[in-house]
Nanobody, 125 residues
Framework: QVQLVESGGGLVQAGGSLRLSCAAS????????MGWFRQAPGKEREFVAGIRGWSDGNTYYTDSVKGRFTISRDRAKNAVYLQMNSLKPDDTAVYYC?????????????????WGQGTQVTVSS
């Protein structure tokens, strides 16, 4: 089993920054996909960013966050991060860390095998 624990959410003004962290414990997979998703009230969970685990580090982003968000990972700490800059009110959501055993990249939430509990990000205007 893999356990994922997010931290770093909070309240920030528009234009500000936050850094989310996801600590992974238990069994981890070389080459697996780690991703960040978000879910706003009344909306479906959506893909935000992904990174190809501990192997090649290829990164993927949804269009709305490109140039503002950066996903990274620290293999030694079994951690994944999401640096969020130039935040907008539309970024307000619960952010989830997720892990996928397969090395095939996907943005579909139901293709991910493990999930954290989520951390709230609120951006005020």
């Amino acid at each position: 089993q893999v356990q994922l624990v997010e931290s770093g959410g909070g309240l920030v003004q528009a234009g500000g920054s936050l850094r989310l962290s996801c600590a992974a414990s238990g069994r981890t997979f070389v080459g697996s996909i780690m991703g960040w998703f978000r879910q706003a009230p009344g909306k479906e969970r959506e893909f935000v960013a992904g990174i190809r685990g501990w192997s090649d580090g290829n990164t993927y982003y949804t269009d709305s966050v490109k140039g503002r968000f950066t996903i990274s990972r620290d293999r030694a700490k079994n951690a994944v991060y999401l640096q969020m800059n130039s935040l907008k009110p539309d970024d307000t959501a619960v952010y989830y860390c997720a892990a996928r055993r397969s090395v095939i990249v996907t943005t579909a939430a139901n293709e991910y095998d493990y999930w954290g509990q989520g951390t709230q990000v609120t951006v005020s205007s």
